[in-house]
């Protein structure tokens, strides 16, 4: 198992999150947002404007991904 934060995952926070795959972190890190969001927190709300641009360029969207995989792959299990 791994913990990464909000912010490594894209958002605006240091909220974190543990999980034995990138993709586990990245659902618990969507619910946050969605969270986030229905608050209005304008944090949140910027960062999501600003993943979601991202992935519409299906490129740079993989090269996000390779990174984020890249991190996850590197810390250390918890």
Known sequence: MKTMTCRQLGGACEQSYQG???Q????QNKLHMV???MQQDEQ???A???VKAL???I???K???ANKQKLFNELPED
């Not at 586990?24 to 659902?27: A, S, V, Y």
């Open 63 to 65: 090269v996000w991904y």
């Open 59 to 61: 490129e740079a969207s």
């Open 44 to 46: 949140h709300i910027e």
């Open 24 to 27: 586990d972190l990245l659902e």
């Open 35 to 37: 969270e986030m969001m």
């Open 20 to 22: 034995d795959t990138l």
């Open 55 to 57: 992935m519409q360029d």
């Open 48 to 50: 999501s404007r600003k």
